[in-house]
């Protein structure tokens, strides 16, 4: 390569840190190059400043070193950045040659040759198998997040039917999160919608209930469910223990891709009914396989051929990838989700694609056939991997013709589809901040916006909000919630709860970056170095040289949802913190609380007003008025919470079996308050210890 070449290739590249052998060394590594360097150096720029030139020499000697004690067989090894920030993970059959790999001087892309500059350390840990060492890969990047692996950037849990083993009448239900409760879990589901859907057909065919235990246990007549055939009704005995049990059997066969056996085998039963003259049992039944059409007919692609699959499919555009998932069972879609991995530009589809699918089922079972639109280097190793996991066999393939072909050709079309979407929402969000920015007077776009409001009614229930709003819209991952905890601040003391809120949120903050400086993790802009406190400033300054279509960590502009004794309050807390470069704004009603009349305080300005068809206008009501729902819904649901809180849940040692036996046995909470000594010791599951404590609490100034 020429040193024009070279030259050119420096300009495009960008890091959080200069390399080393310790954190320490960054500094006077950077001093070291000098023009004999000038063939081995790159140069990494924070943003559009010059910054001094940092030698991948020394990441490649950092790597030779370890190479010498690196395991010759399968494992896991870690690239350390000189602040301890793990940069990559990686897997390798035989871990020692491919470290060797980064020690060649050529033949190294861009991504790879900064990776390298920046390598401080490594770790490994070897394995007994590939299929192991994949594994561990997989949730060492889904926990460490390295900047220059592959990440999925949206881990929602999937909806999924719940067919509960934990009673005798078992209940069908729809069900997300972690699955601790025992009985058959069939999913994924793409959306609660397809969810709600299914379930609504499967009731019709099957009659499962799906009410609660408690509402089950204490039922003495049939529901409304009962009368328009959408339940048995066990909770009355309207059908036998053993009747319903074979209705329970239908359903998880069914769900478990054999419903052509249950369907042919309603069809010889209605056959039966009706050539035994039953012909009110043969229409039931009728019914019941109408309701089974009914599920595999309603949905907008539903293969012939393929029972179950889940279908992967990848698009590329502007440095941006998508990656599409179908999810089809038992000859039916259940629907799909768009993800966007953030993964550096330069990898290949098939890159992305491998570790996309291995991290998607670290926490998901996977299904028997995969679907992929692009060969990926490790599918027998990642089929084994899900094949241990699974406790079944997987396929991964990747179809040329028929349906399967077509099936993923769909997924593709969506792909692209998506992330067209995708960049346009994305560019439209782009130019609204570069419009903020400008009514505001910052130096550059901000690229985290947080929005602070406060909601309570004369002070009860007091909670602050924080939303968070990037080049991707609002963050709702990010939003967090603050319960006002200060018992001196005065009721209705907005200024005041504004202080706990942004002290604790930037407290945090520096003590988070205290713990583990360096990570990159920052706010500001590429260029933008915010003065401040030092942990916090080095974090803005290393993000400044990171991935910049990620959300950063921290905000570069602070929206208050107040006036000027809000704005006030906020700019007294970054100043007593030591954080002075954060950007501060403040949003006050207009007259009557119209719309379009807002006074703006930005420090440095005067108090101003924007036109009332201003874009940014438009956008900071958009922003104000999702805080204003945030804040607000989390203050109701605290405050539905109170309404319903009793007196025994602040006694110590009396949980929920000990609550029931006391409100059975004396009714309310008031009753139990003015009972005897004596009348607890008489309750059931009540001992004399617990007894007293229950006394003491309600008479010897417990409370």
Known sequence: MSRAQKSRSSQNQTATNAPGIAAEQAASLAAEVD?????????????EQDAPAVPIRHGAEVIRRFWEHAPAGPGVYRMIGAHHDVLYVGKAKSVRKRIASYMRPTGLTPRITRMIALTASMVFVSTATETEALLLETNLIKQLK???????????????????????????????????????????????????????????????????????????????????KRCSAPCTGEIGEAEYQELVRQARDFLSSKSQAVRESLAREMTEAADLLDFEHA?????????????????????????????????????????????????????????????????????????????????????????????????????????????????????????????????????????????????????????????????????????????????????????????????????????????????????????????RRFARLIKEDAAAPGTGSGAGPPGQVLEGHAAVNEAMNN??????????????????????????????????LGITGVAVAAIAKGPD???????????????????????????????????????????????????????????????????RALLHAFGTAKAISRAALSDFEKVPGINAATARLVYDFFHEGGR
């Not at 023009?35 to 943003?47: I, P, Q």
């Not at 692996?149 to 999160?177: C, E, W």
């Not at 400044?544 to 929206?559: F, H, K, M």
């Open 283 to 503: 229409a039931r039944l009728r019914d019941r396989i109408a309701a089974l059409s009914a599920i595999q007919g309603a949905q907008g692609i539903n293969p012939k051929t393929v029972e179950e699959a889940d279908v992967f499919a990848i698009a590329e555009e502007a440095g941006q990838f998508c990656v599409e998932v179908f999810f089809f069972r038992t000859y039916q879609n259940w629907g799909n989700r768009a993800y966007f991995p953030r993964a550096d530009k330069s990898l290949a589809l098939e890159e992305v694609l491998d570790s996309f699918v291995a991290q998607f089922y670290a926490d998901k079972p996977p299904c028997r056939l995969i679907l992929l639109s692009h060969e990926i280097e490790n599918h027998l190793v990642l089929e084994e991997a899900l094949r241990v996991s699974a406790r079944h066999k997987i396929e991964i393939a990747v179809p040329q013709k028929g349906e399967k072909w077509d099936l993923v050709a769909q997924a593709e079309q969506n792909a692209r589809a998506a992330l067209g979407r995708k960049l346009s929402e994305t560019a439209s969000q782009s130019h609204l901040l570069a419009t903020l920015g400008h009514a505001f007077s910052l130096p550059c776009a901000p690229r985290r916006i947080e929005v602070y409001d406060n909601s309570h009614i004369m002070g009860m229930n007091a909670v602050g909000a924080m939303i968070v709003v990037g080049a991707d819209g609002f963050m709702k991952t990010h939003y967090r919630t603050f319960n006002i905890k200060n018992p001196e601040l005065a009721p209705g003391d907005d200024n005041a709860m504004m202080r706990e809120v942004l002290r």
């Open 593 to 659: 609380r119209n719309a379009g009349r807002e006074s703006f305080f930005v420090e440095g300005k005067e108090p101003f007003k924007l036109s009332p068809r201003d874009p940014a206008l438009y956008f900071v009501q958009r922003l104000r008025d999702e805080a204003h729902r945030f804040a607000i819904g989390t203050h109701r649901a605290r405050r539905k919470k109170a309404f319903t809180k009793s007196p025994l849940d602040d006694i110590p040692g009396i949980g929920p079996a000990r609550k």
């Open 146 to 228: 390295p900047r220059f692996n592959v990440l999925m950037r949206d881990d929602k849990s999937f909806p999924y039917i719940l067919l509960a083993g934990d009673h005798a009448a078992p209940q069908i239900t729809k069900h997300r999160g972690a699955r601790n409760r025992k009985g058959d879990y069939f999913g994924p589901f793409a959306s609660v919608w397809a969810v709600n859907r299914t379930l609504n057909a499967l009731q019709r065919a099957f009659l499962l209930r799906s009410c609660s235990d408690s509402f089950y246990a204490n039922r003495s007549r049939p529901c409304l469910l009962y009368q328009i």
């Open 543 to 576: 993000e400044a040289a990171g991935d910049e279509t990620s959300l950063p960590d921290r905000p570069d502009l602070i929206l208050i949802d107040g006036g000027k004794g809000q704005f006030n309050a906020a700019r007294e807390i970054l100043t007593e």
């Open 35 to 47: 023009e004999s360097d000038a063939d081995t150096s790159l140069d990494l720029a924070f943003g």
